[in-house]
């Protein structure tokens, strides 16, 4: 069991690992040393407050085993990111930068079920071989559609790569001949610089409401209007 976690945590490029394994289950080719008293309190402390269960071990015999180090991969020039309509596997990548920014309060939370359902409306910034961005179209009315769950990186902040998913976006709008786009944000400089223009959210049809119910923010809703006629 032991070599496992070896294995996995060297894979995961950590640098080390603690155990109250018995000295005579180390491999024999790391480095291994004793925790003293202050360390073995501080990491039992940590390892109590990241779970909800009471996590038993041998205090009085913790001990450090530093990991190989696999040696540097030649570097290679970074790909440029790449907006694109999603695919079914990108679902996973796009639930978890809906969900980063739901804990942020930024967006409504989704399911990953629900994602893979409406996988089609979906637009990713596709970077390094994983998701980085993801944008949504949502049909909800025979002439009006929601920009929903926009969002990228933070390392991508900056470089325009919000600029050309919403472009992205639009483009879909129009092969789809939706006459009008309506969003609900904060950042209302970025849309405005889209060509959005502000409108009361009272003018929107009410069916657009049914998601918002389900936001604690409802009721203090700041989230601006914005609608581009395209």
Partial sequence: FLQLQIDSASRLGLKQIVTDSLPGDFPEDLPIRKLDAGERKKILQTMNEVTE????VRPEQIYAIRLPQSPAAPTQPLQ???????VLQDAQGIWEIINHYALHGEMLPRSLPYIQRNIRNYSVVDWQGKVAGCAAL???????AEVASVGI???LH?????????DHVIQKA???KLPKLFALTRQVAFFERMGFRQIPK????PKIWKDCMHCTKFMGCDEVAVVLEI
Avoid: H, M, S
């Avoid at 269960?53 to 038993?56: G, K, Q, T, V």
């Fill in 53 to 56: 269960f009471r996590i038993e």
């Fill in 202 to 205: 009272e003018t929107l049809p």
């Fill in 138 to 144: 949502q049909v909800v009315w025979n002439d009006l």
């Fill in 153 to 155: 990186l933070e390392e």
């Fill in 80 to 86: 440029e990111p790449l907006v694109r309509d999603a």
């Fill in 158 to 166: 900056g470089r325009g790569i919000g600029r050309k998913l919403l």
């Fill in 174 to 176: 129009k092969r789809l």
